[in-house]
């Protein structure tokens, strides 16, 4: 079970993006054969970011992460993508997991992914708004707060999709629920944004 993630964001150089998405996916194997519960790598389609490379892994002990990310180094997929200037890291935080849940084995091909602040923690209303999510057409979802990074201390919901028309269907009936509007009223909201997986 994950109870950790690390999430980097990387800027591909002109016409490298293809490429760079397909080291990851490398990246994400070995991350995975290496300890990872799991992996996530794709493409932000909207933001200030737009057009960067995400990886997100999962992790059941820190230990983990620093036992990979001690191997990177070595690997020729990452010095092809790293030390070639071929792509810049521009962002990483890690946090702690105080919620998954998983409705589908079916592959996703999108996440969404939001980011913001509060006083509390907020689980429950987190744990009814996913509900309406995973009603709704998610796949799969987990929240939680970012402990090291730019971000720390702020929160974070990721959830999974099959296609934008799910995203579409979740948020007409989240807009429709009084728990989403009382939800969202108690946070400050600093981006939602799409991720499409590869």
Same mark, same amino acid.
């Given at each position: ?49 737009? +057009? ?35 792509? =810049? ?11 998954? =849940? ?22 429950? =209303? ?31 919901? +990721? ?12 948020? =007409? ?26």
């Amino acid at each position: 079970m994950a109870n950790y993630f690390v999430i980097s964001r990387a800027k591909p150089k002109s016409g490298y993006a293809a490429t760079g998405l397909k080291h990851l996916k490398t990246l994400a194997d070995f991350t995975k054969e290496n300890g990872a519960v799991h992996c996530d790598v794709g493409v932000l389609q909207t933001g200030a970011n737009a +057009g960067s490379l995400i990886a997100a892994m999962f992790v059941e002990k820190m230990a983990t992460i620093e036992n990979i990310f001690d191997h990177f180094p070595n690997q020729e997929f990452y010095k092809e993508m790293f030390s070639t200037g071929n792509m =810049e890291i521009t962002g990483r935080g890690i946090g702690r997991i105080h919620h998954r =849940e998983s409705g589908s084995s079916d592959k996703p091909k999108y996440m969404v992914l939001t980011k913001f602040s509060s006083k509390t923690e907020m689980l429950d =209303e987190a744990k009814q708004v996913m509900g309406i999510f995973m009603e709704n057409g998610a796949l799969s979802c987990g929240y939680a707060t970012f402990g090291a990074g730019d971000y720390a201390g702020d929160r974070v919901m +990721g959830v999974r999709y099959p296609s934008l028309d799910a995203i579409q269907n979740a948020y =007409e009936a989240a807009r429709a629920s009084e728990v989403y509007a009382s939800a969202l009223s108690d946070v400050e909201l600093h981006f939602r944004n799409v991720i499409r997986l590869g």
